[in-house]
């Protein structure tokens, strides 16, 4: 089981590298396919980057990956908010100073997942187990701040759901729906059950092989256009 879940984790990773270079190369001027770019760059990072800190043994490598997941997976939060915003037209008034505004807080808790030691501080892990991740003070602050990323995300799309027609609301749909899904499951595993408590033995990485639902819908959706 250790072979498959690492083996999918990886192959799932992938894949979203490669839309990320497919959304950039086919229309890098283009502000969404620049955040979708970014969007698909992070979560396959973070999806690699998870597998590589599982099933092994901590060292100076292990700790600098762990590190990473921390770092993409703040992006990858608020790449989708920024993709919420401007898809398929902006809700708000969004120049640089708001996007500056929106991802000073990422670059901030990416400085300190990667020099400190105030995000996390290690993990538990062997070559039988996925890993236990060992929390720094910052934790729960950061994993609350991705938590209100993830519903301001929902709140954004479903109001321009309700606004939409035709074939782009019904795109709108199926992109959020694959969303839900595939960030769904990951935002239980990783910000749900470790801020309040809730003891699940669930291994982490079923949480990043699930993104391949909005890999999936979200190539779809691109190559049917």
């Known amino acids: 089981m250790k072979i498959v879940l690492l083996t999918l984790t990886y192959l799932v990773g992938a894949g979203e590298l490669i839309l990320a270079i497919y959304f950039w190369?086919?229309?890098?001027?283009?502000?969404?396919?620049?955040?979708?770019?970014?969007?698909a760059f992070s979560t396959g990072a973070w999806v690699i980057f998870s597998g590589l800190s599982a099933y092994t043994t901590e060292t100076a490598f292990v700790d600098f990956a762990l590190a990473l997941v921390y770092v993409f997976g703040t992006f990858l939060?608020?790449?989708l908010v920024h993709f919420s915003i401007i898809y398929p037209y902006p809700t708000i008034r969004f120049d640089w100073l708001h996007k500056l505004l929106l991802y000073v807080p990422a670059v901030i808790f990416s400085m300190l997942a990667l020099l400190t030691k105030t995000i996390v501080s290690g993990i538990d892990v062997t070559t039988n187990t996925p890993g236990k991740v060992i929390s720094g003070p910052l934790h729960h602050t950061y994993n609350y701040y991705l938590l209100v990323l993830f519903l301001v995300f929902i709140v954004i799309i479903l109001f321009k759901i309700r606004r939409a027609e035709g074939p782009m609301r019904n795109n709108m749909i199926a992109i959020f729906v694959s969303i839900i899904i595939g960030g769904g499951?990951?935002?239980?595993?990783?910000?749900?059950?470790?801020?309040?408590?809730?003891?699940?033995?669930?291994?982490?990485?079923?949480?990043?092989i699930s993104t391949v639902a909005w890999l999936g819908v979200t190539t779809f959706i691109v190559m049917k256009k």
């Open 25 to 39: 190369v086919t229309n890098s001027k283009s502000e969404i396919r620049r955040v979708m770019a970014l969007l």
């Open 77 to 79: 939060m608020t790449a």
């Open 185 to 208: 499951i990951p935002v239980w595993l990783d910000l749900i059950t470790p801020n309040f408590g809730l003891n699940m033995n669930v291994n982490y990485l079923y949480g990043n």
